[in-house]
């Protein structure tokens, strides 16, 4: 089983839709967790961090579940720019706090 | 929110040769430094973790002798890619972190595009 997992998608929805990512790990002994954003052919970029009690940021919604061991990705109102792959990232525990990245979700969004 | 730049930004390379990939954290300084290597539609893969003055820590499957990693400096990291093949025509991204929490947000360099022929 792989450390982290995502379903590659794509989703393809209509603007304004409200579109959710789920991300799966294995180590239950992850620390953190973050959603990156990745354009086409450039590097990924920090979304939002995501927290235990779950946190919000514009039309962002992140929450973490650590029974079930997944995140979860939430994006309301969706905009053609918002079209992108989401990049799931745990850090596992450890001295270095190494970071895994997921596949990645692929989200196309279309007027 | 802090800068990563890599230099070259794309090469191509005959192969057998080598090519040297610079990153560098311009803002802040970082203590550990990640490279990573991405292929068409694929996740992000992490090649090695690169910590200030001691030798990079590589994952499994990553040769070291092929891809070789110098920490020399708080805010340089480079990468060499030996005897370049076509198979390592990839993606190469670096990211420097700006502390050792596991909160502390990592920054990713804009990445190299290497292409052997």
């Known amino acids: 089983r792989k450390e982290v997992e995502q379903d590659p998608g ?7 839709a409200t579109v959710a990512f789920n991300c ?3 180590n239950s002994a992850s620390q953190s967790f973050f959603w990156y954003r990745q354009d086409c052919r450039k590097e990924p970029k920090l979304l939002m961090s995501v927290y235990s ?3 919000e940021d514009g039309r962002f919604t992140a929450q973490l579940n650590r029974a079930s061991q997944y995140i979860s990705l939430l994006i309301r109102d969706s905009k ?3 079209s992108a792959t989401y990049l799931c990232v745990v850090k596992r525990s450890g001295g270095s706090y190494i970071p895994t990245f997921g596949r990645g979700t692929s989200l196309i969004v279309h007027p | 929110g802090a800068v990563v730049s890599q230099h070259p930004s794309w090469v191509i390379c005959k192969s057998g040769t080598s090519v040297k990939i610079e990153c560098r954290s311009l803002d802040f300084q970082a ?5 990573y290597r991405q292929f068409p539609k694929q996740s992000l893969m992490l090649m090695a973790t690169s910590n200030e003055g001691s030798k990079a820590t590589y994952e499994q499957g990553v040769e070291k002798d092929k ?4 920490h020399a400096s708080l805010t340089l990291s480079t990468l060499t890619v030996t005897s370049a093949h076509p198979e390592d025509s990839s993606f190469y991204i670096c990211s420097a972190r700006t502390g050792v929490a596991s909160t502390d947000t990592q ?10 022929l």
């Open chain 1, 24 to 26: 799966t790990y294995s």
């Open chain 1, 80 to 82: 053609l720019s918002d």
């Open chain 2, 31 to 35: 203590t550990t430094m990640f490279w």
């Open chain 2, 107 to 116: 920054y990713f360099g804009p990445g190299t595009r290497l292409t052997v």
């Open chain 1, 10 to 16: 794509p989703f393809n929805v209509p603007e304004g």
């Open chain 1, 53 to 55: 009690s779950g946190n």
């Open chain 2, 67 to 70: 891809f070789l990693i110098n």
